[in-house]
């Protein structure tokens, strides 16, 4: 037998191809060539094949060899098809029964000794053979316990590609899957209680997790800014099957998934430096684009702290990602599409010298002021719902020993119960939350509040004090507020509270 294939599966950003790799074996100059549009690390893979069969102790074929992957239009990225090489030329040299592959597809880079290495972006991978409705997967080790999140497909693991040639020949079994660990928790997990004072932060905090909204705050040194960030993760709830998958399959092809864990269920949480660049908040890089910070906390919160600190450039690549939900990024390799349904939480000093006591002993002129939140784009912040002013912590709230604030547990619980009637409200049209939901369907005379309700936020929007995408901001930090106070439709006082929201207290 001179030709053999075998299947295995492809990453184009964070979708997965069923991809059969095909070999041929031809007498002629002994030669390996590869077909179906590789790339660099893939093109390397004659040498690693190579060098693994033979340190595996089996027979390298002295023949011409070619090597085809199916589709061929399809963009090829990365080393995981080694594994499916190496078992496609000897299966083609009549050295391994492809009997023992019916119904299977092999994933895996090699090491020039043999070893099955881990790769990137295996719950994609198989979640793609899921769907091709593969029956069973063969995957290394270190990347089976991440596999066999995937329902409905057997789940093999395999040290070396020796042990992978002896279970195909039925000389010996492959490793079942290991059961998951679970994440690495912090020892002190943040808590709101932490968060004394700034009953307004507190409460502007619940409102964009409930619905969520994104959120800004502007207040000096100390007023608890980075606090209430950190710690809105801590109040949103855990995802659910379809969001974890999401949410671990981006991950999983960032290479940022620990070995051997499970589901992704708590919301991510993205703070980069203030010094990341454009390609390092929405993603990119050489041939395949990798996933960007606002990616890697899709279904989560991304927190942009000294945000007047960042490029210009940066800040202004997420306009598209907040209004879509996703970042589509075109390179000459083609176009590769990442979920990036976020909530974004800016903070900011009011001016460069930035005193402790605010206003008080700034020494910064108003041109300066201006020029220094100027940075945040008019059209950046008008998608950010909640745009809130913070005063400093006075010492009354700091020393007050019998204040006790509520904790995460506990505004979690009403956050929870907000989502829940927003989903029951949302989810026959496919919105997880009331930021999601169109301003066209806002609109429509089955949701739209009275005309008196309105009346207050249509004045300002007539006055040029609201945009029309400000507006329909509004709205929907209306539901939520109707949410949280377990009303079915929003009142004239949640409209008027959702407009301080949106521009009351601001800087």
């Given at each position: 037998?001179?030709?053999?294939?075998?299947?295995?599966?492809?990453?184009?950003?964070?979708?997965?191809?069923?991809?059969?790799?095909?070999?041929?074996?031809?007498?002629?100059?002994?030669?390996?060539?590869?077909?179906?549009?590789?790339?660099?690390?893939?093109?390397?893979?004659?040498?690693?094949?190579?060098?693994?069969?033979?340190?595996?102790?089996?027979?390298?074929?002295?023949?011409?060899?070619?090597?085809?992957?199916?589709?061929?239009?399809?963009?090829?990225?990365?080393?995981?098809?080694?594994?499916?090489?190496?078992?496609?030329?000897?299966?083609?040299?009549?050295?391994?029964?492809?009997?023992?592959?019916?119904?299977?597809?092999?994933?895996?880079?090699?090491?020039?000794?043999?070893?099955?290495?881990?790769?990137?972006?295996?719950?994609?991978?198989?979640?793609?053979?899921?769907?091709?409705?593969?029956?069973?997967?063969?995957?290394?080790?270190?990347?089976?316990?991440?596999?066999?999140?995937?329902?409905?497909?057997?789940?093999?693991?395999?040290?070396?590609?020796?042990?992978?040639?002896?279970?195909?020949?039925?000389?010996?079994?492959?490793?079942?899957?290991?059961?998951?660990?679970?994440?690495?928790?912090?020892?002190?997990?943040?808590?709101?209680?932490?968060?004394?004072?700034?009953?307004?932060?507190?409460?502007?905090?619940?409102?964009?997790?409930?619905?969520?909204?994104?959120?800004?705050?502007?207040?000096?040194?100390?007023?608890?800014k980075t606090l209430l960030a950190q710690r809105l993760p801590t109040i949103l709830p855990e995802l659910d099957d379809e969001a974890a998958l999401?949410?671990?399959?981006?991950?999983?092809?960032?290479?940022?998934?620990?070995?051997?864990?499970?589901?992704?269920?708590?919301?991510?949480?993205?703070?980069?430096?203030?010094?990341?660049?454009?390609?390092?908040?929405?993603?990119?890089?050489?041939?395949?684009?990798?996933?960007?910070?606002?990616?890697?906390?899709?279904?989560?919160?991304?927190?942009?702290?000294?945000?007047?600190?960042?490029?210009?450039?940066?800040?202004?690549?997420?306009?598209?990602?907040?209004?879509?939900?996703?970042?589509?990024?075109?390179?000459?390799?083609?176009?590769?599409?990442?979920?990036?349904?976020?909530?974004?939480?800016?903070?900011?000093?009011?001016?460069?010298?930035?005193?402790?006591?605010?206003d008080a002993d700034c020494e910064c002129t108003a041109l300066v002021r201006r020029r220094y939140l100027g940075r945040l784009s008019g059209p950046l912040l008008d998608r950010i719902d909640v745009q809130l002013g913070?005063?400093?912590?006075?010492?009354?709230?700091?020393?007050?020993?019998?204040?006790?604030?509520?904790?995460?547990?506990?505004?979690?619980?009403?956050?929870?119960?907000?989502?829940?009637?927003?989903?029951?409200?949302?989810?026959?049209?496919?919105?997880?939350?009331?930021?999601?939901?169109?301003?066209?369907?806002?609109?429509?005379?089955?949701?739209?509040?009275?005309?008196?309700?309105?009346?207050?936020?249509?004045?300002?929007?007539?006055?040029?004090?609201?945009?029309?995408?400000?507006?329909?901001?509004?709205?929907?930090?209306?539901?939520?507020?109707?949410?949280?106070?377990?009303?079915?439709?929003?009142?004239?006082?949640?409209?008027?509270?959702?407009?301080?929201?949106?521009?009351?207290?601001?800087?």
């Open positions: 037998m001179s030709y053999a294939m075998v299947r295995s599966v492809g990453l184009v950003g964070v979708a997965g191809h069923l991809v059969e790799v095909e070999a041929d074996l031809a007498n002629g100059l002994p030669a390996v060539a590869l077909s179906g549009l590789p790339d660099t690390a893939l093109h390397e893979a004659r040498d690693r094949v190579r060098a693994a069969i033979v340190n595996s102790g089996q027979v390298w074929p002295n023949r011409r060899i070619t090597v085809n992957l199916l589709p061929a239009s399809l963009p090829k990225f990365g080393s995981s098809f080694d594994a499916a090489i190496a078992c496609a030329v000897l299966a083609a040299a009549g050295e391994l029964p492809l009997a023992g592959l019916a119904g299977a597809a092999v994933i895996g880079e090699l090491g020039l000794d043999g070893s099955l290495r881990p790769v990137r972006g295996v719950l994609p991978m198989v979640l793609a053979a899921a769907r091709a409705e593969v029956g069973s997967v063969i995957v290394p080790v270190a990347n089976a316990t991440e596999a066999a999140l995937v329902p409905g497909v057997m789940v093999w693991g395999a040290d070396t590609l020796g042990m992978l040639v002896r279970a195909i020949r039925g000389e010996g079994p492959l490793s079942p899957p290991p059961a998951p660990s679970p994440l690495p928790t912090a020892s002190a997990a943040p808590d709101l209680a932490e968060v004394v004072g700034q009953a307004t932060g507190r409460w502007a905090m619940e409102v964009a997790a409930a619905g969520g909204h994104h959120l800004a705050m502007v207040g000096p040194p100390g007023a608890g999401e949410v671990t399959a981006l991950h999983s092809v960032a290479g940022a998934l620990p070995t051997g864990a499970g589901l992704v269920r708590r919301p991510p949480f993205q703070a980069p430096h203030h010094s990341a660049s454009m390609p390092a908040l929405v993603g990119g890089g050489a041939g395949l684009a990798r996933p960007g910070a606002i990616s890697l906390a899709h279904r989560g919160v991304l927190f942009l702290d000294e945000a007047p600190e960042y490029s210009r450039r940066a800040l202004d690549a997420l306009r598209q990602p907040l209004e879509e939900g996703m970042v589509r990024l075109r390179r000459s390799a083609g176009e590769t599409t990442y979920p990036a349904r976020v909530q974004l939480v800016l903070a900011a000093n009011p001016c460069p010298c930035a005193r402790p006591s605010g913070l005063e400093p912590v006075s010492g009354a709230a700091l020393f007050d020993a019998e204040a006790v604030a509520e904790s995460s547990a506990t505004v979690g619980a009403r956050v929870a119960v907000a989502r829940a009637a927003a989903v029951a409200r949302w989810s026959a049209h496919g919105w997880r939350s009331n930021a999601e939901v169109p301003g066209s369907v806002l609109h429509a005379r089955r949701w739209r509040p009275p005309p008196a309700v309105m009346a207050p936020a249509r004045r300002l929007l007539d006055l040029g004090e609201l945009s029309a995408r400000g507006f329909h901001r509004v709205l929907r930090m209306a539901w939520t507020l109707c949410d949280l106070a377990g009303r079915s439709r929003p009142d004239r006082g949640d409209l008027a509270a959702a407009t301080e929201l949106r521009r009351g207290e601001r800087w």
